[in-house]
């Protein structure tokens, strides 16, 4: 894991998030993936592979697609109207991209945001109309209803939903689909701030998350697959 530092103050400050954990077996070499590690000794489980991927060992692939699909997380948080958000029964049934990261973020949040978006507009209007991409804030003191409410149309799409809520409930939220998250801290006098970088998409047909993406996700390559993931396919 690489880290960056931002001069020291008593308030989180941006720093580039990097992959925490991320779906792995024995192939994981071949696709480029880092090893799963655990987040402060909180949860052994977090420790050992959270999935199987397969199709990997085409490295020039921006999806993979994993043999155990994680179930969507049970997360109930605020939305950016700061009205309730129950994930798994607003987006059931529903073509979804989850994505874990925060408005600070200097580079590969809204790099990520608006490659989505991009992609999304080459849809035909039913099928925009179909995609849900949520947005989980990372950094909840600082990411409000408000601040996701302005934040997001800029960096990505007014349709895009930013979920705010208790650090912990979002941590363990993440960890749910492989996902680690580690609080904003000092050490040293700098503010230390890691987080993965992963999209998860999950089926309309199984509500599963069954196919991940990377930060090097390019508009080209959601523009391709897109179409697919919106019929619960593979792509």
Known sequence: MS??????TDAPRP??????VIAAVAIAAAIGLTAAVGLGGNDDKASGPVAEVSGGTDSAKAATVLDRPF???DLVLTDTKGEKYDLRERTKGKPTLIYFGYTHCPDVCPMTMS???IAKKQLPKADQDKLQVVFVTTDPQRDTSAELAKWLPAAGDPSFTGL??????IQAGARQIGIGIDPPKVENGNVVSMHGAQVIAFSPTTDQGYVLYGEDASIDDY???LPKIIKGENP
């Open 3 to 8: 880290e960056e530092k931002t001069p020291g």
């Open 15 to 20: 720093g580039r998030r990097t992959p925490l």
């Open 71 to 73: 179930t969507k997380p």
């Open 115 to 117: 490659n989505i978006a």
């Open 164 to 169: 705010t809520g208790d650090f912990s409930a």
């Open 223 to 225: 523009a391709k697959d």
